[in-house]
């Protein structure tokens, strides 16, 4: 994923008779309404997660997380790697946080898919430097033999037209031998983030059915093996390029890998579930693949735990929409995670601005509304009103009402995001539609500061709006 990105990555520990894997999802904070991290490390417990991943090294995250026996990794982002103090990078995000009641973390991500050839080597030549530093950093700090060094790594690291002639990309061979021989040396996994969903998305002759779990009728043949999903064959094409530069029987760690629910076509919730839930199922099988029968990837991180509206959509509308839970901690869909738990467990004690909504005025003409729908839409997030978005078939009117809700909901609805010249009214009543949800806003504060955050209304003209927008509906 992009670059900077602060996002957390979370596990489930999954039991198995033969071998011990795990299962995340990262949790990503680049929302306009953000969960407390108490509420978020609650909604952990609840669904019975034992790891979590951060891509920075958020404090008030590590402080949430003390205690709580999750295992924790953190990270530094890549515009980092080229000017952060080892010694005190070590001090301020792990010294401090860790001991006796503290917070569990064993791994530092040296930054988040530095090789990928979309940063034309930009971050590439800091990434073994850094790892050196920190290494020493964490020997003087005695941490060394506790906390290991990663790199997750983008799947265009490596490439081949099938599995079992896996090699890295040419300009990439020696950085990798580096890397690998490093990771080997002190006990480290290779990291990858694999993503069938974009390769369905960026390829149109790309057969679906391969994209998921449920058996494929274009499986790739590789001399006596047949791959049936994009998974294994990805998984095993790294498999033969670690092997190529000796390290074959290196543990694998799936950075990242999921299927979003919106912003796209097929992009939604019953794919989510499908691809999830299969992989999820893959894994409890424990078949592993040709290369590795048996041994599936120590663990692999679901994208992600929570919708992230202000990411960039540049990549694509479907961005904002990986989560497995809404914006808010409420569970898009079923999803049995091999713990113990049937489906997934709904963020408690949530703390939601007012249940009122800002919408178009029934009675007013739209004709002059452009220039407010762009305003509103370059600041919020409007992705579920394009093509394959959820909100994509709304009448006019229901689309400028969307607009105006995510703008108010995204000023904590603050009186005057939603008068747009008049265009707009807030009212009680919930005008979602279908599948098509109308947001309200939550706040990371507690309930004190959260009710001061909240902007201050007249109580009789609400009502007389509500009234207004009753009769003339």
């Not at 950075?255 to 919106?262: F, L, R, V």
Request: net charge negative; proline share 5%.
């Amino acid at each position: 994923m992009g670059s900077g990105v602060a996002l957390f990555t979370l596990s489930l520990l999954l039991a198995t008779h033969q071998v011990h894997s795990a299962i995340g999802v990262n949790w990503g904070t680049v929302s306009f309404h953000k969960l407390r991290p108490s509420t978020v490390v609650d909604l952990l417990k609840a669904n019975k997660i034992t790891k979590v991943k951060l891509f920075d090294a958020n404090p008030d995250a590590l402080r949430a997380l003390m205690g709580t026996g999750i295992q924790v990794m953190i990270g530094i982002p890549n515009e980092m790697l080229s000017t952060f103090s080892s010694d005190l990078f070590v001090q301020q995000n792990l010294s401090r946080f860790m001991g006796k009641g503290g917070a569990d973390i064993r791994y530092v991500a040296v930054g988040n898919e530095p090789f990928l050839t979309g940063y034309n080597g930009e971050f590439q030549n800091y990434v073994v430097p850094a790892m050196l530093n920190l290494q020493q950093s964490l020997v003087k700090a005695n941490l060394a033999s506790y906390v290991k060094l990663v790199v997750p790594c983008n799947a265009d690291a490596y490439e081949s037209n099938v599995p079992s002639q896996g090699i890295f990309r040419p300009e990439l061979t020696q950085i990798m031998t580096q890397l690998v021989s490093f990771l080997n040396s002190n006990g480290s996994p290779f990291v990858v983030n694999i993503y069938p969903f974009l390769s369905l998305y960026e390829n149109s002759d790309f057969p679906q059915d391969y994209a998921f779990f449920e058996g494929s009728s274009h499986p790739v043949l590789d001399g006596p093996n047949a791959y049936y999903n994009a998974f294994d064959g990805n998984f095993d094409t790294l498999v033969a390029a670690l092997t190529k530069l000796g390290y074959g029987q290196m543990p694998i760690v799936i950075g990242e890998i999921g299927w979003p629910t919106d912003g796209a076509l097929g992009a939604n919730l019953t794919a989510a579930r499908v691809f999830n839930q299969g992989l999820i199922n893959h894994l409890l099988s424990n078949k592993g693949t040709p290369l590795r029968p048996g041994s599936p990837p120590e663990d692999v991180y679901l994208f992600g735990l929570l919708d992230e509206g202000a990411k960039s959509t540049l990549p694509g509308n479907f961005e904002r929409h990986w989560g497995i839970f809404s914006f808010d901690g409420q569970a898009k869909y079923r999803l049995n995670l091999g713990v113990g738990n049937r489906g997934l467990k709904n963020a408690e004690n949530v703390e939601y601005l007012p249940s009122r909504w800002c919408v178009a005025h029934p009675s007013r003409d739209m004709a002059q509304v452009a220039d407010h729908l762009r305003v509103a839409c370059s600041e919020a997030d409007c992705t579920t009103l394009d093509e394959g978005g959820s909100c994509s078939q709304l009448g006019e009117k229901d689309n400028i009402s969307y607009a105006f809700n995510s703008y108010y909901q995204l000023k904590l609805q603050n009186e005057k995001s939603c008068d747009f010249d008049g265009l707009g009214m807030v009212t009680f009543l919930d005008p979602s539609v279908g599948d098509c949800r109308f947001l309200v806003g939550v706040t990371d504060k507690d309930s004190s500061s959260g009710a001061e955050l909240m902007a201050r209304w007249d109580v009789y003209n609400i009502c007389i709006g509500v009234v207004v927008w009753a009769l003339l509906m």
